[in-house]
């Protein structure tokens, strides 16, 4: 089997993510099961190895390779060797020594991901790097989307996001999941603007195929979707922002904008979301949010990813669920 790796959404392409996309519906219906679970990766394992924190994003892959009955290991800087001096080249290569068919890596160093595939046997998906990519989450973004435009018009999921306009609000500048965002959004035909402080955008967005802007008020009149991002504090090194007072009134969707919105416009976050900074509360879990869709698809689409880089081949037709079988395998 060729070995393949997930770094980057650009790796995808439109025909890649739609495949993905594709994929995830049919194990969106696994996981509505009363057994979630088919035996598409039984006896792979999938190692999940993350150098920086995260409470969803490590759990939705477990979860995920466990619905594909993988065997899977857990590893966590902290309460490793790392925290004992070891390099992550060294790390990552006794994993490959136990006979991992794929790492799951995140690092707060952008490129680490691409770095362990030069390193290892095993595939590897990343699952955050620095501030470069997050490409499983701005899949799950699509997939839940594409789901909820698809509710709201009465038909079933289409390909395409076209002529979807996202506002993608906040510290766009130190945000993985915005630049992933950028990308597939873009491919499957939306528009999307960035809102920001301009200390808070990318220095140079003009190979990004976007449009930027400084006021939200002006922006969310014309939008489908507003997607707020957390600031991230772990990687705002120098004085940015004047007061998270200022931001807030400027930048956050508080319950005043909100009410603001058309009935229909959607709004989204990758977690973790803090409450009262750049979302209200109420709005975060008001019935136009799409957070908890957006968890619970995480896994569906991760488990499209794992068995689309892992059964290659080798994969037995018969394991695959058709989407329409509701018997269990
Ligand atoms: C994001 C991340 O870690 O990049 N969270 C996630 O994976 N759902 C966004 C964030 O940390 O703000």
């Not at 060797?81 to 020594?97: I, M, N, P, Q």
């Not at 991760?302 to 669920?321: E, H, I, N, S």
Request: aromatic fraction near 4%; proline fraction near 6%.
């Amino acid at each position: 089997m060729n070995r393949s790796d997930l770094l980057s959404v650009a790796d995808l392409g439109r025909e890649g993510i739609v495949e993905v996309l594709r994929l995830a519906d049919s194990f969106a219906e696994v996981s509505e099961r009363p057994v979630p679970k088919v035996p598409a990766l039984r006896g792979r394992t999938v190692a999940t190895v993350f150098f920086e924190s995260s409470t969803r994003t490590r759990l939705s892959f477990e979860a995920a390779a466990k619905r594909l009955s993988a065997d899977t290991m857990t590893f966590t800087a902290a309460s490793s060797s790392v925290a004992k001096g070891e390099s992550v080249r060294d790390t990552v290569e006794t994993l490959d020594a136990m006979g991992v068919d794929a790492m799951v890596v995140r690092h707060s160093s952008a490129g680490t991901p691409a770095q362990v595939a030069r390193w290892v046997r095993a595939s590897v998906v990343n699952a955050g790097d620095g501030q470069h990519e997050h490409p499983t989450q701005a899949l799950l973004d699509c997939f839940t989307l594409r789901e909820a435009l698809a509710r709201r018009d009465g038909r079933p999921p289409g390909d395409d996001l076209a002529g979807v306009r996202i506002a993608i609000v906040g510290d766009v500048r130190h945000s993985r999941v915005a630049r992933s965002g950028v990308l597939a959004y873009r491919a499957l035909g939306a528009t999307v603007v960035l809102v920001a402080p301009p200390t808070l955008l990318p220095p140079d967005t003009s190979s990004w195929g976007v449009t930027t802007s400084g006021d939200l008020d002006e922006v969310l009149p014309g939008v489908d979707v507003v997607y707020l991002l957390r600031l991230q504090a772990e990687r705002i090194r120098e004085c940015l922002l004047p007061s998270l007072h200022e931001y807030s009134a400027r930048y956050a969707l508080t319950a005043e904008r909100e009410r603001r919105l058309a009935p229909e416009v959607l709004v989204m976050h990758p977690g973790p979301m803090v409450r009262g900074v750049e979302i209200d509360s109420a709005v975060a879990s008001s019935a136009r949010s799409l957070v908890t869709r957006q968890v619970r698809n995480g896994v569906a689409v991760r488990m499209a990813v794992l068995f689309r880089l892992l059964a290659g081949a080798a994969a037995d037709p018969v394991l695959v669920p058709s989407g329409r079988a509701g018997g269990e395998p």
